[in-house]
Every structure is written in C-alpha cells, then in structure tokens.
C-alpha cells in the first residue's frame, strides 16, 4: 500500500467508519478489515493520527486500528506479520514528536507506544527510553505532559512482565532511571506547592506532572528492585512520601473544594499510600525500616485528633487498609517457637510489640466502635428511603479496601483477634454502660448501642469464653426484640443480626422457643429492615436443626 495515494483513500474510509449512518458504517468496517493485513496501511495510520488538522473521530479511529494491529500483526511469528523494516518505520513515527494535543488520543497513543515497548524494548527499540527522558525535560509544557504520560504507561507495562529475564531487564531499568524519576517527581511537586500557595493558574498542569511522576516512580520502586531496602535512594524516596503526604494533606485542607486541583490532590494523596501498600505487599521485609512510621502516621490521622478537618474517606480507608496489613502480615508473625523465625521478622514483631501498648489499643478499639461503627446519617435516610438497598448493602469481596465501613469492620476484626486479650475487657465494659432498653427518645444511644453490639456480632468467636450469651439473652436481648416503637427498630434489627452471629457459636437449644416465638411476631415487624434482616440471618438454619 503506497501510502501516499493510499492515505486519501483510507481517510475517506475512515470518515465513513465513524458515521453513525450504518449503512455508510458497515461497508467501510469491513474495508478496514481488508486492509488490516496490507503492507502501508499502518504507516498510513500513523500518517492520519498524528496530522492535527484532521477530524478528532478520524483520528481517534485510526489510532484505535492501530492500536488492535499490534496485538494482532506485530509479532514476529504472527500470521500476515508486518515487516521490520515497516515496524522500524513504525517505532520512529510514533516518537518523533509529543505534541498531541487531545487528550484522549495522546492516552491512546501512550497505551500503543507501550504495547510496541512490551515487545521490542529495549532490545529492538533501544531509543524509546533515552527519547522520553529526554523528551520529559523539555521547556515546552505540552511536550513535556505528554512525554510524562507516554513514560508512565511504558513504566506501567514494562513493571507488569513476568519472565525472569523481563523482570531482570526491568530492574536494570529501573536502577538506572529511579534517581532521575525522583528528581523530576521533586521538581514538579515542589513547583505545584509554591504555585498553589500563590494562586498560580498553572499548579493544576504542575499537579498532572506530579501525579503522573509519582506513579512512575510507584512502579519503578515497587517491581524494579529485588532487594529495595538495600538501595539508598528507594528508602529516602519512601521516607520522603510521609512528608510530602502531610504536605499535600494540609494543601488539601487549604484549598477550596471549587477549585480545579481539589480533585487531583485527593487523587494523589491516594497515589502516595498507593507506594505504601504496594510496596508492602510485595516487599514486607523490606518495609521493616517503614513499620513505625506507617503505624505512627495512619493512627496519628485515623484515631486521635490530628486528622479532624484534614483526612476524607478514602483516604481514612488507605490508612486503615495499611494497619490492617502490617497487623495481619504474615512476614511479621513469629514461629511458635521463636528461635526458627527470622531475624527480620523478630525484629518487625518487636515494632509492633511496643507500638501497640495497652493505650493505643484502647484508643484504637474505641474509636473504631464509638465512631467508626456509627451508622451515619446518610445511611440511616437510606433505611428510610430505600429499605431494600440498605438491607442488602452486604460488606462482599475485597469491599473493604475501598469502603469505610466493611473496612473498618476488617481493620476491628484483625486487631481483636491479633490482641483480644488486651480488648475483650475493654469490649466488655463498653457492653456493660448499655445495659437494659435505651430510651427511644435517644437517638444517639440507640445509634451507639447498635454499634457496640456490631462489635459484639463481629468478635463472637473471640468472646466465647468471656460472655455468657444465653444469660444476656434471657436478661436484656430478649426484650428488647419486643419493644415495639419503631424508634426502636435499629435495635431490633441489629439483635436480630447479633443472634445470628452468635447462634453457631454458644446459644442453648431450650431457649429456642423462645427465640422463635419473637421471630414470630418480629414477621410482622412493620419496618422493612427489620423484616429483611430476619430472613437473611442464619437463624432459620438453626431453628430447623
């Protein structure tokens, strides 16, 4: 295919695949097809995507036939394969300029130029890295965030690689750019901090840089180093996110939520716990040096004071994610006999020894129960409004890495079986201040109530031993399943749902009658929760036995 007779020919084509005239549509689809295995034809494309005058869904469309053509023709052992010399072509096209200016398309291109590097870099594209270092300094801002964005898909791919000799190739890679990738993450994150304090409208392109180099950095550090602990300036980049985190926390706190960074800040303040939690999940020994400062930074913001007015959902839910992890790492968990555990993992259970005193725990389970537990009051308009969506809003799946509440209920449930010794009392004294029925009137006792019995519900097979579950049935749940003012129906429905927890744990089968007798009258319960709540507890499994 000559491409300059052809060029005309295919972008003719190609308008006509873009109208939404499918009998115009159809015909030209197929054209395109035909053609998907004749010399030219993606050099032609390249012609098309990258000339800036033509129509945006042209050239969208064309760079998408490009993209779908390197899954299918550039391999070498590929049926109607392309050549090496079209592909060499290729490659030089492709980074000749970082200049496009849709954003869309220049995401697109990034995505193709990385699918090209999975299979040729470096060894048969060995300019591509040199030319986008080189490219990510230039003074010409549109260059430069394009270039940015091209590397960080080529980091993101290349990271992704499994064989041993990729993963090698990988961490040459990355050992010799990371020191590079932190001076121009710096860079653009100190420029956007003294640009957002000034009222500078150029912080939200600063802001895209920083972002963009941080998540550079993210998979470089996290799956270009074998032993990462070992590399000086991989810690000091570590370290180094702690600061910046605060910086960007306070930043947040400062900036209007009508501003244009509000978004992006709340975006990369997720991307620098994002290193963490990576990082830790794919190098548990070498975040050994981190645990301290993690554990102090997360608690510091999630469960005193220091996070009023600062922290937002998703971010509480990362640091919790992030106490979760080290309190459940099994790098970190001694053998029973101790002298056959690592040093490293003594050393890391001793962290965690003195970091999690008596005090700590404490705050950590009240906070967690007292505050966290709260139903809020915006699911407590879902009860109202939406009964059966509230009802089946079950905690499912990896939910609790990006929702607060089966996050927190997680984050509860590890620390509690990790240190049930030092909480169970605590537990048990916060059980004790509710003893007997809550005036309906009190709406904040209701709400509290039903959080401490959460906490029970969720610690049942910790608390065998240490609650008599029948007598406090008997004693207190028992009534309060019959009081029938609907101010009263959180508390029905939530031991409803503790009995359910409980039932397989310690429940005499003579009190049953009983049970299924209240069960009985709770079916014409008038609240739709509580009536929900009852068919989908495993009381029924038992009561059938």
């Not at 990369?268 to 554990?295: A, C, E, G, N, W």
């Not at 537990?373 to 059966?388: K, N, R, V, Y």
């Not at 984050?411 to 079986?417: E, K, S």
Request: charged share 25%.
């Amino acid at each position: 295919m000559d491409i300059n007779s052809a060029s005309t020919v295919v972008l003719q084509t190609l308008t006509q695949a873009a109208s939404q005239d499918t009998t115009v549509l159809k015909p030209a689809e197929e054209q395109l097809k035909r053609w998907e295995t004749q010399p030219g034809f993606y050099s032609t494309l390249l012609n098309i995507f990258t000339n800036h005058a033509l129509d945006i869904n042209v050239r969208w469309l064309a760079v998408l036939y490009f993209k779908n053509g390197i899954d299918r023709y550039w391999r070498r052992i590929a049926p109607h394969a392309l050549s090496e010399e079209e592909k060499s072509s290729l490659r030089a096209g492709l980074i000749a300029n970082f200049n496009e200016p849709v954003n869309q398309i220049a995401t697109q291109i990034g995505v193709l130029i990385a699918k090209v590097a999975r299979l040729d870099c470096p060894r048969h594209w060995p300019e591509l890295i040199p030319t986008l270092l080189e490219s990510v300094k230039a003074q010409d801002d549109l260059r430069q965030h394009r270039a940015l964005l091209t590397f960080y898909h080529v980091t993101k791919t290349l990271s992704s690689k499994k064989l041993v000799a990729d993963k090698k190739l990988f961490q040459d890679l990355a050992t010799g750019i990371h020191s590079f990738a932190c001076s121009l993450w710096n860079h653009h994150t100190d420029t956007f901090l003294q640009q957002i304090c000034t009222g500078d409208t150029g912080a939200i392109h600063s802001l895209e840089r920083t972002l963009l180099s941080l998540k550079v950095l993210r998979k470089l550090t996290v799956h270009g180093f074998m032993e990462p602990h070992k590399n000086l300036e991989v810690m000091e980049f570590l370290n180094a996110v702690f600061e910046r985190l605060k910086q960007f926390l306070e930043c947040r706190r400062q900036v209007n939520q009508e501003n244009t960074c509000s978004e992006k800040l709340e975006k990369t303040i997720i991307l620098f716990t994002k290193v963490l939690l990576d990082f830790l999940d794919y190098h548990p020994f070498s975040f050994i040096s981190l645990i301290q400062r993690s554990l102090e930074f997360a608690v510091s913001y999630v469960f005193t004071g220091a996070g009023e007015g600062v922290v937002f959902e998703r971010f509480i839910v990362q640091c919790m994610n992030l106490i979760k992890m080290i309190v459940k790492n099994d790098a970190y968990k001694p053998a029973k006999n101790t002298e056959e555990s690592k040093p490293e993992t003594m050393e890391a259970h001793k962290i965690k020894i003195y970091f999690f005193n008596y005090s700590t725990l404490t705050e950590i389970c009240r906070r967690l129960v007292s505050h966290y537990f709260l139903l809020t009051p915006e699911e407590l308009s879902m009860w109202e409004e939406d009964p059966e969506g509230f009802a089946v809003e079950e905690a499912a799946g990896d939910s609790y890495k990006y929702s607060l509440r089966p996050c927190t209920e997680v984050l509860f449930l590890d620390i509690f079986h990790e240190y049930s010794q030092t909480l169970t009392p605590v537990l048990l004294e916060m059980v004790q201040n509710l003893h007997g029925p809550t005036n309906v009137d009190n709406t904040v006792g209701l709400v509290v109530k039903d959080a401490v019995y959460n906490a029970i519900g969720l610690a049942a097979y910790e608390l065998f031993d240490s609650v008599d579950f029948d007598q406090w049935f008997n004693s207190q749940l028992l009534a309060e399943l019959q009081v029938t003012d609907i101010r009263y129906k959180l508390i029905r429905r939530r031991v409803i749902w503790l009995i359910g927890q409980w039932i397989s744990v310690k429940f005499k089968s003579e009190l049953r009658p009983m049970l299924y007798e209240a069960i009985l009258n709770l079916m014409q319960d008038q609240d739709r929760v509580v009536c929900f709540q009852i068919v989908s507890t495993e009381i029924f499994d038992f009561l059938g036995d």
